[in-house]
């Protein structure tokens, strides 16, 4: 089974700057996706990014980018000019390529998530 | 579009009683997925449906929930005889088709046993 794992319960960062958020998982899988999810106080599970194992180039959306590391099994996910409202849960998530094959590989695995806080 | 419709947001439910939460996927999405997030924790995959079959059980506890998703209407998490570790967080999400499009989440269902 796959596991995700974030060592940062909470990181705290002042408006303007740049954070880091961490996030390592195991699988003896070749192929897979990983995610990072925003998870507002509103509840909303809202994507922020995706990256395809396959694929060596880093994803970027705007402000938000990773660094995939597939040998380390590592997928951190760089915020920069940090804003108010990026202030939320953040969690790395990781699901199988290989759908259909039951035990939850159709299903996102999920870390604990990393409470974030912008200091204005 | 509307997105991902869940209802209710907020239930409350005693001791043993049964709970039902609904799920109305994205117009177009045939494929659901249920997933539970206790307090401080990280959501935890129960069951994917597509219409009128479960897929993927594997999360889900083996008494006391039971889900569907029928060929008209929502997707259904029925959860009897409720007890105080049933509460958390219910999120439904819904994609168009397997492999590897993206899941979209709504707005979850909390459900608190009293």
């Known amino acids: 089974a796959q596991t995700v794992t974030q060592s940062q319960p909470e990181m705290s960062v002042q408006e303007a700057e740049t954070v880091t958020l961490s996030c390592t998982y195991d699988t003896s899988e070749s192929d897979y996706y990983l995610f990072w999810y925003k998870q507002p106080p509103s509840r909303q599970m809202i994507l922020v990014i995706r990256q395809e194992a396959y694929k060596q180039q880093n994803a970027t959306e705007n402000r938000f980018s990773v660094n995939f590391q597939k040998a380390a099994k590592s997928f951190s996910l760089k915020i920069s000019d940090s804003q108010l409202g990026d202030a939320a849960m953040y969690f790395c998530a990781y699901r199988s390529a290989y759908s259909g094959s039951g035990g939850g590989a159709d299903g996102l695995t999920f870390g604990k998530g990393t409470h974030l806080i912008i200091q204005p | 579009n509307a997105g991902v419709m869940q209802n209710p947001r907020h239930l409350v439910r005693r001791r043993g009683q049964e709970a039902r939460l609904r799920c109305s996927p994205m117009?177009?999405?045939?494929?659901v997925y249920w997933y539970r997030q206790l307090p401080e924790e990280g959501l935890k995959f129960m069951v994917y449906l597509q219409k009128e079959n479960i897929i993927d059980e594997s999360g889900m506890p083996k008494e006391r929930f039971s889900a569907e998703f029928p060929k008209e209407g929502p997707s259904i998490l029925r959860i009897q005889q409720v007890v105080r570790g049933d509460s958390a967080a219910y999120f439904c999400a819904s994609s168009p088709s397997d492999g590897n499009t993206e899941a979209f989440f709504g707005q979850g269902t909390r459900l608190t046993v009293v």
């Open positions: 117009k177009g999405h045939s494929h």
